[in-house]
């Protein structure tokens, strides 16, 4: 089976580029939709306007320079003292946005670090300097205390803060990253200005950011004058339903815009969609191409998986392409 870092999500991932400083910064936001920086008399606010789905509340997050004085702010707001220095990451997407920052040293604990891919936070869990804190659900949170985290970085995907209120109880500030939520691919990438406040690195953000912008929109220019684009079809089986990305969800819009006719591109959905076998059979078949298969690395793994993927035209002419070219060692990929 092909490995393919797509061109458009490779810039996503792993474009770098060094700015000179990071003194001055815009807090202008072209995609995302989620969060908000906005700059007051000596700190920032920073609000998680859609902390999870069909949230009805929002997060606000006072990022105050170390040494200054922290202004007045109700119980509902934390107050987070920059540049952090210590911090526990709960998602991998996390860890790529200290690594694209080159703040990968403030990362002291992660939960399950065989799924960190990162060469640089490797080896420093392989020094013992980053520390494994179990499953993500089941925190040991008496080890994460005692790292002495300034900041936690979490999710949630149903709304449930039972487990992040209780490293909120140990006195450790949490803030919540909704990246994922995103229906845009530089939506999400765009995030990475939400972690750069933390560190003190929003202008390295802005450049890294731009210059993702600048090639993503290059390799789409490669083929948006296609006369003819190829069908294609995403998404694996996990149990009996096939989970694909819906029309407006950001991995469909990464395929229009790297030149495929995405048999799902008008469904209005910006999720994920649940679907029967026989009903991705009936409209995908005869598919050219198959891109996304989850964590399998060959046909004859998806073959033994489920017999029927076989059937697929894009499975017999070996046109089936995953996206975990950057798996580490572990298994891991962020």
């Known amino acids: 089976m092909n490995k393919l870092l797509l061109t458009i999500s490779c810039f996503l991932l792993a474009c770098t580029h060094t700015p000179n400083n990071d003194s001055k910064h815009s807090n202008t936001l072209k995609y995302a939709k989620g969060f908000s920086v ?8 920073v609000e998680v306007t859609n902390p999870y789905p069909q949230s009805a509340v929002s997060l ?5 320079k170390r040494g200054d004085k922290v202004p007045d702010h109700d119980n509902n707001t934390e107050v987070i003292l920059a540049p952090v220095e210590r911090v526990v990451c709960t998602s991998t997407s996390h860890v790529g946005l200290l690594d694209q920052l080159n703040a990968e040293k403030v990362l002291v604990g992660f939960p399950t670090t065989d799924l960190i891919s990162s060469e640089k936070v490797r080896a420093r869990i392989d020094s013992g300097l980053v520390v494994d804190l179990g499953i993500d659900s089941e925190m040991n949170l008496e080890l994460l205390y005692s790292l002495k985290p300034e900041l936690v ?41 939400f972690m750069a406040v933390f560190l003190g690195k929003e202008e390295r953000a802005d450049s890294i950011f731009n210059e993702i912008e600048k090639e993503y929109y290059t390799a789409r220019s490669l ?24 029309g407006q969800n950001y991995a469909a819009k990464m395929l229009a815009d790297a030149g495929y006719h995405y048999l799902w591109q008008d469904d209005p959905s910006s999720d994920f969609l649940k679907l029967d076998f026989e009903s991705v059979y009936a409209k995908g078949v005869d598919a050219e191409y198959w891109i996304g298969v989850g964590s399998f690395n060959s046909l004859k793994e998806m073959k033994t998986a489920e017999q029927r ?16 070219a950057r798996r580490g060692p572990t298994g891991g990929s962020e």
């Open 38 to 45: 906005t700059e007051e008399n000596g700190y920032k606010l």
């Open 60 to 64: 606000r997050y006072i990022v105050v």
């Open 223 to 246: 083929v948006e004058n296609n006369t003819t684009k190829p069908t294609a079809i995403s998404g694996i089986l996990y149990g009996d339903a096939w989970f694909l990305p819906g």
């Open 153 to 193: 970085m979490g999710y949630s995907i149903s709304g449930d803060m039972v487990k992040l209120s209780r490293v909120s109880d140990l006195g450790i500030p949490v803030v919540i990253n909704a990246e994922y939520l995103e229906d845009h691919p530089l939506g999400r990438a765009e995030w990475i200005k």
């Open 309 to 324: 993927y076989e059937l697929f035209a894009a499975f017999k002419q070996g046109n089936v392409y995953t996206y975990d």
